[in-house]
């Protein structure tokens, strides 16, 4: 039995005293139906962090170099000191903008689990990609490219569906295309991992999800979470989301 995660990815919003005055707020009314998330910017991290007992606290991002000439970059060690201990990788908006590939996704997810960091891999196709009919191919080549030879606890990993298309546009991809990508991810983890790797993994669905959709697509079998960007960052809104699955 998975237990649904859900992590609110604040993207480039709320400075700490934000995140301090949100994780006060919503902390102690979390249940114990699902491990529930936030994912602020690094600048708010310590502050969400100190403030947490029960919220899991996520980078959006992290570099796979242990240190050095990264003008701009943030490193594993420096986010553990902080004692936050999941990140967001491969997100399609650091891809689109930011020239994250399927390659440094993968160094990311081996020094992630090389320092018992726990990566959330996002994976997902484009509008053109989904039109044209390669769903299957980019996700399975997503998968298969970002979790290349890995060593370690594996079965923590969370892989994140995210179509391009649904996130931010209000147009959330319907429980079958979340359910059917899904499982055809959580097929391709089978290849990569193993079966028993593959039955263990989370995989979120992540794409416009709301208070008044979120329990649909937990739901589906292979659906055991979301990622959530817009709907996370109002207290109101993410604990209607938090109540919406218990
Ligand atoms: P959205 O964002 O919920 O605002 O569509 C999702 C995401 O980017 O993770």
């Known amino acids: 039995m998975r237990k649904p ?10 400075r700490s005293q934000d995140a301090m005055e949100f994780v006060k707020e919503v902390d102690s009314k979390l249940h114990d139906g699902a491990d529930f998330g936030i994912a602020p910017a690094f600048t708010a991290l310590w502050a969400a962090q100190n403030e947490a007992e029960n919220l899991i606290v996520a980078a959006q991002n992290v570099h796979f170099e242990e240190s050095g000439a990264f003008t701009g970059e943030v490193s594993i060690d420096m986010i553990k000191e902080l004692g936050v201990k999941w990140v967001i990788l491969g997100h399609s908006e650091r891809r689109q903008y930011f020239n994250e590939t399927d390659e440094t996704v993968n160094k990311k997810v081996k ?3 090389a320092n018992d960091i726990t990566p959330i891999v996002c994976v997902g196709e484009t509008l053109e990609e989904f039109e044209a009919g390669q769903t299957e191919a980019v996700v399975r080549r997503q998968t298969r490219d970002c979790l ?3 060593e370690g606890d594996v079965k923590h990993v969370v892989v994140a569906y995210e179509p391009v298309w649904a996130i931010g546009t209000g147009k959330s991809a319907t429980t079958e295309i979340a359910q059917n990508t899904c499982a055809l991810i ?8 193993g079966e028993e790797a593959a039955q263990a993994i989370r995989i979120q669905y992540g794409g416009s999800v709301k208070p ?11 659906v055991d979470g979301a990622l959530v960007g817009g709907a996370s960052l109002k207290v109101d809104s993410f604990l209607e989301l938090v109540n919406a699955v218990k």
């Open 111 to 113: 020094a992630c689990l």
């Open 148 to 150: 290349a030879d890995l």
């Open 212 to 222: 008044n959709n979120i329990a649909e697509y937990l739901s589906q079998p292979d």
């Open 186 to 193: 959580r097929d391709e983890l089978k290849n990569v991992l």
């Open 5 to 14: 995660i859900i992590v609110g990815n604040w993207k480039m919003n709320k």
